[in-house]
């Protein structure tokens, strides 16, 4: 069993937290933070014991550093837990350059150590279920579809919205990884882009303890993308933080259509959520299929106690440095193409994370 310590006690790090004990290749035993109240307020909650940043990577017990930090700082840790000789498993984005990503899997290679990187919400039952339609040749050959991610903005629900609108976040580095990640693991690696940005405004307001703050947007606040795929499929992709509302009838998901059948996905952030499919052996228009995964609820961490069973197996991770750094080169690309008008070619590849098996034992992987 592998032993986690934590880096970045701030909003998220609750809902990793809740599954510390799920998994049995991995427990997370220790925090720490920029500030000490946060690294205490965390281990108080979920029983951990809170240690500094210093102390946390100098620590023989600890196998692998979580890095949930704000994007700003993923590199900097991220070459800091390798550094000390652990591995790393880190919140998306997985860097705001390709060159700071590069310097990682790099790093990683040197020591021998593995990297990895949300998102692991393609792990759950909902994803894993559609990887089965797509492999299976349930709904034909896939020419296309449509992602869409699009709501007001992150200061609709965080308290702290300002790194959302600094250069390296927007709605494409913030979810774009939810949503290419899945594109990925259901279709495999992108070959090109088109992008086109804008932004509805050059202010946001802060909420919560923030009302009353404003913050400079530096980056483009709506996305509309075209990817080609490898496979020749062509999903369109919108990403935005400036839509009031969307209908009843568009919501925050993966659309994929066959010749002879369709799929639309549950919201790719989230581990809960309806399958929906549709092909000619299908009684009604829309169905949801029979569904033997497990993983149906809040998982995060997943991806990280994956990562532990491959090392303790000695068999490739799904939430891969390589899958990250493909997602963040798409990223790119699109980021390339909207401010250069062009199409762009995407450098890199990976491999699709192999599918999780049906009907596993809870807190297992294999
Ligand atoms: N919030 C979500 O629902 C959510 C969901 C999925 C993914 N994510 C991703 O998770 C990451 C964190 O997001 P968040 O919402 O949790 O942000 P957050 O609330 O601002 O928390 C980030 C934490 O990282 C700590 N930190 C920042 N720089 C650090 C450094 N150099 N060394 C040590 N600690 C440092 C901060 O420390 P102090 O508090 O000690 O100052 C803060 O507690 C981001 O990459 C985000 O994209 C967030």
């Known amino acids: 069993m ?10 998220i790090s609750g809902a990793y937290l809740r599954n510390k004990d799920v998994f049995r290749h991995l427990r997370v035993v220790k925090c720490a933070s920029r500030r000490d109240e946060s690294a205490r307020a965390a281990a108080e909650q979920f029983g951990l014991e809170a240690v500094s940043v210093d ?3 100098r620590d023989p017990e600890i196998d692998v550093v979580l890095n949930l930090t704000t994007p700003d700082a993923h590199t900097e840790i991220d070459l800091r837990a390798l550094e000390a000789g652990k591995h790393v498993y880190s919140e998306k984005p997985f860097a705001l350059t390709r060159e700071e990503a590069r310097k990682v899997l790099r ?3 040197e020591k021998g150590l593995r990297v990895g990187c949300a998102p692991d919400t393609f792990l759950g039952g909902g994803h894993q279920v559609c990887r089965k339609l797509v492999d299976s040749g349930a709904v034909g050959k896939i020419s296309g579809g449509c992602a869409i991610m699009a709501y007001r903005g992150p200061e609709s629900w965080h308290p702290n919205s300002g790194f959302y609108y600094k250069k390296g976040g927007g709605p494409l580095l913030d979810m774009g990884p939810y949503y290419i990640s899945a594109l990925v693991n259901l279709l495999g690696p992108v070959k090109q882009v088109a992008g086109f940005g804008s932004r509805a405004t050059d202010l946001r307001l802060g909420s919560g303890p923030n009302r009353g703050r404003t913050y400079p947007v530096e980056v483009d606040t709506h996305f509309a993308a075209a990817l080609e795929f490898v496979s020749g499929a062509v999903v369109n ?24 059948g ?13 399958v929906r499919f549709a092909n000619a052996g299908t009684p009604a228009e829309w169905e949801t299929p029979e ?3 497990i993983y149906h ?5 997943i991806g990280l106690a994956d990562m532990a069973a491959g090392i303790e197996r000695n068999r490739p991770h799904r939430c891969s440095g390589q899958l990250a750094y493909h997602v963040l080169d798409v990223m790119c690309s699109i980021l390339d193409s909207a401010e250069n008008r062009r199409f762009v070619a995407v450098e890199s590849t990976c491999d699709r994370p192999a599918p999780l098996k049906e009907g596993l034992v809870p807190g297992d992987l294999d």
Do not use: H, Y
């Not at 369709?262 to 309806?274: K, L, S």
């Not at 609820?297 to 961490?301: D, P, T």
């Open 2 to 11: 592998l032993k986690a310590g934590l880096i970045g006690c701030g909003n």
């Open 237 to 260: 992709l919108t990403m935005s933080f400036d839509v009031f509302r969307l209908s009843e009838q568009m919501q925050n998901c993966i659309e994929l259509w066959g010749l002879d």
């Open 262 to 274: 369709a799929i639309r996905t549950p919201d790719p952030n989230m581990f809960t959520g309806e």
């Open 107 to 109: 790093l990683a290679a």
């Open 297 to 301: 609820e809040n998982m995060r961490l």
């Open 55 to 57: 102390a946390l990577l």
């Open 291 to 293: 569904n033997k995964f």
